[in-house]
């Protein structure tokens, strides 16, 4: 399985970004998708999981009601929509996928089993 991630770029403080993932897994439906971020010397922190139909999503405490994690199962494609950014949402966003789901939500990195490459988004103030 491939993931690739797109989307990113620089932005202002308060302005908008969607990133995208494109997986090639011919089963992308059954796997629980989830999106992470690094930030300059920080470690990988999630940001967010959407379940296979979409009908449940998570989020980390500092993008809830920030951002919106959705899928679209007949592109085989993630999203990530970020509203109202932070210059502290400056990172590389990692797009990720669980093959054999356990319990649900689904924020342990080393839970996932398949990453994407990474995009960059940095948030000027």
């Known amino acids: 399985v491939q993931l690739q991630a797109s989307g990113g770029g620089l932005v202002q403080a308060g302005d908008s970004l969607r990133v995208s993932c494109a997986s090639s897994?011919?089963?992308?439906?059954?796997?629980?998708m989830g999106w992470f971020r690094q930030a300059p010397g920080r470690e990988r922190e999630f940001v967010a999981s959407i379940t296979w139909t979409g009908g449940n999503t998570y989020y980390a405490d500092s993008v809830k009601g920030r951002f919106t994690i959705s899928r679209d199962n007949a592109k085989h494609i993630a999203y990530l929509e970020m509203d109202s950014l932070k210059p502290e949402d400056t990172a590389v966003y990692y797009c990720?996928?669980?093959?054999?789901?356990?319990?649900?939500?689904?924020?342990?990195?080393?839970?996932?089993?398949?990453w994407g490459q990474g995009t960059l988004v940095t948030v000027s103030s």
């Open positions: 897994a011919v089963n992308f439906m059954r796997h629980i």
């Open positions: 990720a996928a669980e093959v054999d789901a356990g319990t649900w939500p689904t924020i342990a990195a080393h839970d996932y089993d398949y």
